[in-house]
């Protein structure tokens, strides 16, 4: 995938907030289409971001809300206060065959292995995920008609989409780190987007 230039950026702020915390990121294990609830301290950090949210938006009028289908993600939208829809390019990296394993773990059969650098047998690969990325930022394009925009996803696929936004590879996403229940701002210049805010909490 080359890094093509994104599409034409919306006029408001494009909020990404990633889930809290679940019983598998409190240990670093690879959560793709497994459906995880969140941790009492994931709640939390989800109402808080939702407090955090509300202080950076002020009075500006109701966002698009635009959320990953995974149980995860669902909740902590509710629990911080967002309504929306479900837009299935928003669910997280497909792990395939290491689905709820640690890197330390999986580093025992191949070494040096990351998610950006090397395959994910029987899962996705970077460039699969970036084009999900893309379809995201081209719905937010089009559909946010001078609004804010909320994205409710996951720590790998948000750090794709910021990558592809600003008109990066899909692997680029290993640049940005992101917490659970962070909240990103992208926004645009004259245009040009830009990050304008990583990882709030």
Avoid: C
Avoid at 39 to 52: W, Y
Avoid at 72 to 96: C, F, I, K, N
């Amino acid at each position: 995938m080359t890094a093509e230039k994104p599409p034409e950026w919306p006029a408001g702020a494009v909020y990404l907030l990633r889930h809290g915390e679940t019983e598998w990121s409190a240990t670093g294990r690879h959560t793709g289409v497994t459906d995880l609830s969140l941790t009492t301290r994931g709640r939390d950090e989800a109402r808080r971001a939702g407090e955090l949210l509300a202080r950076l938006r002020g009075d500006a009028p109701p966002p698009l809300v635009l959320t990953s289908p995974r149980a995860r993600a669902r909740q902590t939208a509710e629990l911080a206060g967002l309504t929306g829809e479900v837009v299935h390019e928003l669910a997280e990296w497909d792990y395939g065959d290491y689905e709820g394993r640690t890197t330390p773990e999986i580093r025992e059969q191949v070494p040096d292995w990351t998610i950006w650098s090397r395959p994910t047998p029987n899962g996705e690969t970077s460039a699969e995920v970036g084009r999900r990325a893309d379809a995201v930022l081209t719905t937010v394009s089009t559909r946010s008609a001078g609004r804010d925009v909320v994205l409710v996803s996951h720590g790998h696929l948000l750090r794709v989409l910021i990558a592809r936004a600003l008109g990066l590879q899909p692997d680029q996403g290993v640049r940005f780190a992101l917490q659970t229940a962070a909240i990103t701002v992208l926004g645009a210049e004259r245009g040009v987007p830009q990050l304008r805010s990583l990882n709030l909490r």
